[in-house]
């Protein structure tokens, strides 16, 4: 049931793409997101796809996957991409009543596609390969310049490191009760949104109260290990940029380069 | 007549993913109306979700369950009523607790049945008492239970949908000695007079050593043994191999016997093993 979700899951590996930093990971994320939204004709867009299945087969997590974690979003790739083909401006195709296809709404449904698929493919990559624990730390390194505007930086990171511990504990605590409530002949299957939301009371009762219970206990033992906020506190595990990390940027940058060129050499197709 | 037939069941979790795992591996045996079987096992064996597999709660991969000789999934938009046929008390299941008040929460079950208020009053009431839960605690919030009433009130929430077939996932696991005690001569109470089939799942040999006819020793989701517990304790050496052990008592009285001592095979309870000892006592003329 909520196990079969594939966004978002550590898969332990020892890939290329697993040793590599944790912030050189976020950061060349970023990069490819940027480059995904900003290649505006084929060339371009086949550069940055290629890049992204070359990044996933070197991540040595198998492809069924990542078909998984876009099958939770093939609805919305659906839906943007037909609404596109309608939307596009020049000469119709083909025309039914108001609606008409062109050249360009074909093109717009294409690029769409292709980029919401990379974006998810590639950000999956990252959520596979990478420890919460080690995402959590780059993310705390990474905005600490932060700090200088007042924002507790230590904290927000904490925070997110507990909540996406908590994810997997929660949803196999979800299952536990739900399979418990069934086993009393609870239906949650019939009915109406009403109904439906009503029959959630006899599970979603306990989840609150062994949520609330989960966290007293983990206060005490955080406070128990004289826990203090992340003033003077120290690592076990130091991130270190390594040759590889190096290699990687260069490889991206590259990309980089190929995109931009690209742009400006060939037509823009939207 | 046996009531439920398992045939050829097997269950794989999470196929077509990295963490795909056989939890059971091609389980057949029949059970008998009445029987108490007690299943014993290695964490991870696959207990757990075998007898999720008898009411429904997961469909096999493969292989069948027949309840009265119907394959439970021939219909498998009433699966849900076959929750009402064998009632499954799972680990912990204080932590399913979520009404008002004991006496509403135990009655979820019976409702969802579908009973009238009469039926669910006297149900209730009757479940409350097999588990010794008084009329004063029934008005309470569950919440404000000991951690033993509230299993016990869990336990209760699924007798008083009064199933045929009684499935207890490790029912006394995390209780105090008095606890686990009273608990289980609750449950003999009841078996005594509802006659009804169980399935207890236990760590503990002394427990199932007292209470079950037969013993299923699971082990790497495999049905390895199955057999009265006589036999299957008797087997010291294939049970110590998959991380399981007999029960104290018969290993002492097993090493009486080898050291030459007049005693009969297969002593599973303390009280067997104290008659055991006065009889050969007395045959020596000690006492
Ligand atoms: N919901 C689940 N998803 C994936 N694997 C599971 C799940 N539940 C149990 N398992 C695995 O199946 C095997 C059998 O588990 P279980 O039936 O709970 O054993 P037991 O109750 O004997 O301890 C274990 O290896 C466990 O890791
Ligand atoms: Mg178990």
Redesign the pocket.
Known sequence: MT?DIALGQFIPGQSVIHRMDARVKNLLLIAFIVLIFCSFNFVSLGIITGAVIAVILLSDISVKMYLKSLKVIIVIILITSILNIFYGSGDPIVQFGIFKITLSGIYRAIFVTVRIICLILISSCLTFTTSPTDLTDAIERLMKPLKILHIKVHEIAMMMTIALRFVPTLL?ET?KIMAAQKARGADMESGGMIKKIKAMTPVLIPLFVSAFRRAYELAVAMECRCYQGGDGRTRMKVLKIKKLDVACILVTVLVLAGVILCNIFFAAKI | MSIIEVKNLSFT??IGTP?E?K??DDVSLCVNEGEVIGLI??????????VQMLNGLIKPTSGQVLLEGKDIWEKSKEIRKICFKVGMVFQYPEYQLFDETVYKDISFGPRNKGLSEEEIDLTVRKAAKFVGLSDRLLNKSPFDLSGGEKRRAAIAGVIAMDPDVLVL?EPTAGLDPKGREVLLAQIMGYHKERKNTIFF?SHSMEDISRIADRVMV?NK?RLEMLDTPKNIFAQVEKIESMGLRVPQITKIMMTLRERGYDITDGVLTVEQAFSEIINLLEKEGKI
Do not use: L, Q
Not at chain 2, 41 to 50: D, E, I, V
């Open positions: 196990r196999e299952d | 979790y999470g963490f795992k939890a059971v096992g290695h964490t991870g064996s696959g207990k757990s979700t075998f996932d799942v699971m989701g």
